[in-house]
């Protein structure tokens, strides 16, 4: 099993950057394939992005891709999205998740575990 707890939300302009952070707990982080996920006001959570175990394999949301990047860092037990070029319609609340996955199959599945999210909102 593994926590997950994020950091990192917060308000920012319009074309603006944030950098989130998500520390896991548990021995076994090095087994999880990582992502996240957020959920804007009145819509259902969507995927933005993931990467593999080995860090080698990435997967984007098409409407993040090149906005946005997706790393990990194994000895620290942390995963981290860097946020560029902001829109509003970027305003949700960020899950870190982790799960026995690939990539890839983390936009299609409902990871397993979740951390409780932050807020990051973009301001016009």
């Known amino acids: 099993q593994v926590q997950l707890e994020e950091s990192g939300g917060g308000l920012v302009q319009d074309g603006g950057s944030l950098s989130l952070s998500c520390a896991a707990s548990?021995?076994?982080?090095?087994?999880?394939?990582m992502g996240w996920f957020r959920q804007a006001p009145g819509k259902e959570r969507e995927f933005v992005a993931a990467?593999?175990?080995?860090?080698?394999?990435?997967a984007y949301a098409d409407s993040v891709k090149g906005r946005v990047t997706i790393s990990r860092d194994s000895s620290k037990n942390a995963v981290y999205l860097q946020m560029n070029s902001l829109k509003p319609e970027d305003t949700a609340v960020y899950y870190c998740?982790?799960?026995?996955?690939?990539?890839?199959?983390?936009?299609?599945?409902?990871?397993?575990?979740w951390g409780q999210g932050t807020q990051v909102t973009v301001s016009s």
């Open positions: 990467i593999s175990v080995s860090g080698l394999s990435t």
């Open positions: 998740v982790a799960d026995f996955s690939t990539a890839s199959n983390m936009r299609r599945n409902s990871p397993k575990y």
């Open positions: 548990g021995r076994t982080f090095s087994s999880y394939a």
